[in-house]
């Protein structure tokens, strides 16, 4: 499996003294080569190819890789390593055009004055979401991750932002319904 890292992002999957390099290739049994120079990274199964839960770890390792490149911390990374979290990758030229001008204003619509957009994206559907480069990144369970991608792509689209809070709140009180049904 290959990688490609934007090469300030390396330092960021190596970690201090490797640790983090060697946390993803402990949980995703995987072994891990990393070409600062290009931002290649190549991952293989350690003990060669294996069926049922070596090929989810591996998998989960290279999403782990790909969340970290683009933009994620560690930690939030981690969380693919649960068979219950998912990374959804949304190109903002895919709304916005190839237009420089346009994308980043797409972008600045996405993260928010301050941050505040990103932030309630977040808190409302109980995910994680990075903005790099020209990429909107989300982590979450199958449910939140749903609710913030629709909320991601309603802004790349120009929905208003006060209705983009209000089909959150919707979907995190339709969240916290299913959660009480189920106890």
Known sequence: ????????????????EGE????IERLGEVKIKINSKTGDVSLSF?????AGGANFKAMAARDVVKAI???FSPPNAMRLFDDDNYLELID????????SKHV?????????TG?????????????????YGNTVGLIGDIISLNAAKRAAEMVLEGSEH??????????????????????
């Open 20 to 23: 983090t390099k060697k946390l």
């Open 46 to 50: 350690k003990g060669g190819d294996k």
């Open 115 to 131: 941050g505040r957009t990103r932030r309630l994206i977040e808190e409302l559907s109980g995910s994680e979401m990075v903005v």
């Open 104 to 112: 980043r204003r797409v972008r600045a619509r996405i993260i928010g």
């Open 69 to 71: 490149a683009r933009g």
């Open 1 to 16: 499996m290959y990688v490609r890292m934007p090469k300030e992002r390396v330092a960021v999957l190596i970690g201090p």
């Open 92 to 99: 903002i030229r895919d709304y916005s055009g190839k237009d």
């Open 162 to 183: 006060a209705a983009v809070y209000r089909f959150l709140e919707g979907k995190r009180r339709e969240m916290k319904f299913m959660e009480m049904s189920m106890n």
